[in-house]
Each structure stands twice: as C-alpha cells, then as structure tokens.
C-alpha cells in the first residue's frame, strides 16, 4: 500500500526483455537505502518487486507482461526518469489517499495551462473508469496522489480514442519533483482510481 507521494525522482539504469516479461534496473539512492529483496517500490504508480539491490543505490525489479500490457512501464527506456515511492510504514501519516499501485488504465496528456503558481494538466480518460473519478475525487496519475479539479467531454476522442478527460492543479512541489512536472502533450501515464468507489459498485451490485 502506498500514498501516493513520491519520494524520489529516479532513473531506469537498464532495461532487459524476457520472454514474456521485462527485467528493469532503476537508480534511487533514498528508495534503495532500507530495501531488500521482496521489498515493494512504486514505479510510476506500478507496485513492482524488489529482485536485487546493487551497489546501494539501485534496485532490479521483473515486470510481468501483464503488466507491461497495462502501463507505461513497458516505454521505459535507459535515461527515463519514474517517480519512486516505498510502502507505507503503518506508523507514519498518509499525505495522499490509500493507493494500492495496481494500475486501472492509461491516460494521455492532452493540454497544460501554466498559471503564475501552478499549472492546469488536462488528461484523457479511459471509458472504463470515467465513472469512478469524480471533481474533487483523488486519483493517482503516474503515482502521483492527485485532486480531480475539473472533468469534461470533448467533441471528439483524443488520439487515444477516449473522449472523457479530466484535470488536476499542479503546485511547484510537484512541478520540480515528479516526472509530471515535465511530461509533454502526448505523454502516456498510469492512472490509478480511488479503490473506495470500485468496492461501493460492487457492494451495490450485490445488493
């Protein structure tokens, strides 16, 4: 389980393609410091597994193809920058909202309005989890625990095909310290929902 809030800004090292799956190495020297093997680490909001730590400040994880169908890890390249979040310490505060680092779907970056103190990123979204976001709701976007701002329609799909969007407000912390800071129009991101509105549905569907 994580929060959301992410610690480091870290680095793909390396990149290795398995048969059905993909063996990543990633620099993170604050990340690497307490983790062992089977420790969890989120990657650009994906919870991967710790395989091997190497020389104190990088970490190894292996990504099944699932997960590579789902997300943008299987982008990843040598030189790309991820957001890096360890799991949450059950005595310490949560800043975001409960993630679980299991990715629902991807979104594109479609527009980003700077203001003097922050900047406005509109992002596509999926039809098959527009109905679990809500204004004002928290979503995760490349592991980032974010506030939905605003949601809309637009005349026509995006060059994803999805036509639902929505925005959130970014402040210059997260501007200077997270991959979305920099992420340019046509950006693919992880988009994680809020789980609470994912078990509200099914227990009304039970009922």
Request: charged share 20%; hydrophobic share 45%; aromatic share 4%.
């Amino acid at each position: 389980m994580f929060t959301g809030i992410v610690e480091e800004l870290g680095e793909v090292v390396a990149t290795e393609q398995l048969a059905d799956a993909a063996r990543l190495t990633i620099r993170g020297k604050l990340v690497t410091s307490d983790a062992g093997h089977g420790d969890s680490i989120a990657v650009n909001g994906v919870c991967l597994t710790v395989v091997d730590v190497l020389d104190g400040d990088s970490f190894t994880v292996d990504v099944m193809a699932e997960t590579l169908d789902r997300s943008s890890i299987g982008a990843l390249v040598p030189g790309s920058r991820v957001n890096l979040e360890r799991a949450a310490a059950i005595n310490s505060r949560l800043g975001g909202h409960l993630v679980q680092g299991h990715v629902d779907g991807t979104g594109t970056v479609l527009a980003r309005t700077p203001s003097e103190n922050w900047e406005v990123v509109r992002i596509s979204l999926p039809d098959a989890i527009a109905r679990y976001v809500v204004q004002k709701g928290s979503i995760t976007v490349d592991g980032v625990s974010l506030t939905v701002s605003n949601l809309g329609l637009g005349d026509e799909p995006a060059a994803d095909g999805n036509r639902d969007w929505f925005e959130v407000s970014l402040i210059p912390t997260t501007l200077a310290l997270t991959v979305l800071g920099t992420a340019p129009v046509g950006t693919t991101v992880n988009l994680e929902v809020d789980v609470i509105a994912k078990y509200v549905e099914r227990l009304a569907q039970r009922s």
